[in-house]
């Protein structure tokens, strides 16, 4: 054993990045909601991209390596304590054996990631790792976290990190405003609804998590009796059930659902979602599907020059 | 191609997001309309699509009457796409689809503990629990499509003279196997669940397995059957499996 979790925080789990091909089965992929903190995290450390790490939510994990490892923290701001000194964020360290490293609040952000070098050694569940607490899949036992859960670590030859080069950085920054896509149901609140969702501002409400983001602001309106025979859902729809205020579906989400979809958080943009806490403000900015496709491959560039 | 008008009659493609495409072929749960959904499911996952190199398509979500399908929109350009989907449609030829389509047979226990609603159902029908369970028993139904938890299974062909309202209030668990009617439609749980279906029996089939291949026994467009048995059998598969 490698890494042993001496307190998990608010919810911690084993995140990759996610299990597809298993729609049709209703199996969601989940995965982890800042999909490119963890691309990072691995290719910081030179792992695999699709490796899976720790997602902490809110609070960080205490944690403590019983092997030395090279580990990383991305995503939003954590305070992470190594014996005396702060860890740093985005950029690799070393941990000796019995080092233990204490995650405290996360601030700026919702998410934060602890990646190690080498990866988890988990069986895959389904192709993958990821954490599904709904249908108790992957992870560890499919669930978050506990005191006293141990996990091993695959050993690899200690091979250089990397780093992020300074100008990159910027592209890391939070933001919020979310862009948005019309969806198929677009039409039931119309231009006049797409006008509302733009001009106000929408509040994270508490009862929010990885299969939903919630929003309260101003109500869209829908047409009466309007009902829809259920069909499939895409990550990052946002759905309006009878009340009219929205709610962004996420990497936990059903894979089918009745509720009408009036538009779409952009690809680029679910990383932001990811970040949101309860009480946040977010704006929304509709752009058409070429904008987004062009902002996702503006993304993947980024990726392949942020390296120094 | 002359059959291009036909099988794309009153489809529509629509861009659900910028990684994802809806196509609808109606807005009603009907046979007709999810055999076209199923035939495109079955064309997409046999296509090279999925086959090349890369994750072109990552996700496909058949619905009553629409397919939702999950791209890369960098390695498959939306426009692509939608030309594959139209040549698909137009090349398809759903009475081969159906000869393929399994028939699966689900053993039930039906009533007793394993059915706590069946005295229920039999009073809202008004048939005796008997003549539920051959009326249930009787259709051959068809998966529309799996959805809402992993290997539920979304079916058609439920009688009208059976269909029960759901429970007021849902159980916070339903245990694995449990067949149950809710409203017009019948189904089954393949995990343990909440829900407010009406029990009518459990099967001692294991319907959702993550280890196996495929993780669940039906699939979208399977027909079903479900078998009558006695609490001796269902005791006896369960510990057999």
């Known amino acids: 054993m490698a890494l042993r979790i001496i307190n998990p925080g608010l919810m911690t789990t084993v995140q990759d990045l996610g299990r597809y091909g298993y729609a049709h089965l209703g199996v969601t992929p989940a995965g982890a909601a800042d999909a490119l903190a963890l691309r990072v995290a691995n290719l910081l450390l030179g792992n695999d991209e699709n490796t899976a790490a720790l997602e902490m939510t809110l609070l960080g994990a205490t944690v403590e390596f019983q092997r030395a490892a090279i580990v990383v923290l991305t995503g939003a701001q954590v305070d992470c304590r190594l014996g005396n000194a702060k860890a740093p964020m985005w950029r690799p360290f070393p941990v000796l054996p019995g080092a233990v490293l204490k995650c405290g609040a996360i601030t700026g952000g919702a998410r934060a990631y602890l990646a190690v070098q080498g990866g988890f050694r988990l069986k895959p569940v389904m192709g993958s790792v990821a954490t599904l607490r709904s249908a108790h899949l992957g992870g560890l036992e499919g669930r978050a976290l506990k005191a006293g859960d141990q996990l091993a670590v695959n050993h690899v030859a200690p091979s250089g990190v990397r780093r992020i080069s300074r100008q990159a950085f910027a592209y890391l920054e939070p933001r919020r405003e979310l862009r948005i896509t019309p969806g198929p149901q677009a039409s039931w609140i119309g231009p006049e609804g797409l006008q509302v969702l733009q001009r106000g501002q929408y509040v994270v409400s508490g009862d929010s998590d990885r299969r939903g983001i919630r929003f309260q602001g101003e109500a869209l309106t829908l047409p009466p009796k309007s009902q829809l025979i259920t069909e499939g859902i895409s990550l990052g729809a946002m759905q309006v059930p009878p009340d009219g205020q929205p709610i962004i579906l996420f990497v936990d989400q059903q894979t089918t659902g009745g509720y009408p979809k009036v538009a779409n958080v952009i690809a680029i943009d679910l990383r932001h979602v990811a970040q949101l806490r309860p009480r946040d403000e977010v704006h929304f900015r509709v752009v058409t599907v070429e904008e987004a496709v062009g902002l996702l491959r503006e993304q993947e560039e980024w990726l392949r020059k942020a390296f120094d | ?241």
């Open chain 2, 1 to 241: 191609m002359r059959g291009d008008v036909q099988a794309s009659e009153g489809m529509r493609v629509i861009d659900a997001s910028d990684s994802s495409m809806l196509v609808v072929f109606g807005d009603e749960i009907s046979r007709d309309l999810n055999r076209r959904v199923i035939q495109l499911f079955h064309d997409l996952q046999e296509s090279e699509l999925q086959k090349s190199a890369g994750p072109r398509i990552r996700n496909l979500h058949p619905a009553y009457a629409s397919l939702l399908i999950d791209f890369d929109p960098l390695l498959l350009p939306p426009a692509d796409l939608r030309a594959r989907i139209r040549e698909l449609i137009g090349q398809s030829n759903i009475a081969s689809s159906d000869a393929v389509r399994r028939a699966i047979e689900i053993p039930v226990c039906y009533g007793g503990e394993l059915g706590p609603d069946l005295a229920d159902v039999a009073q809202h029908t008004g048939f005796s629990p008997e003549e539920v369970i051959a009326r249930h028993s009787a259709p051959e139904y068809t998966v529309y499509f799996i959805g809402f938890s992993p290997g539920f299974p979304y079916m058609g062909g439920l009688p009208e003279s059976l269909a029960t309202p759901r429970l007021k209030t849902p159980r916070t668990s339903v245990p694995a196997g449990s067949v149950g009617i809710g409203g017009s439609q019948t189904g089954l749980y393949p995990m343990q669940w909440s829900g407010g279906w009406r029990l009518l029996g459990r099967t001692p089939m294991r319907m959702f397995d993550p280890e196996a291949n495929p993780p669940s026994r039906l699939q979208p467009g399977d027909l079903v059957k479900f078998t009558p048995i006695s609490r001796e059998s269902f005791d006896a598969m369960v510990a057999g499996r």
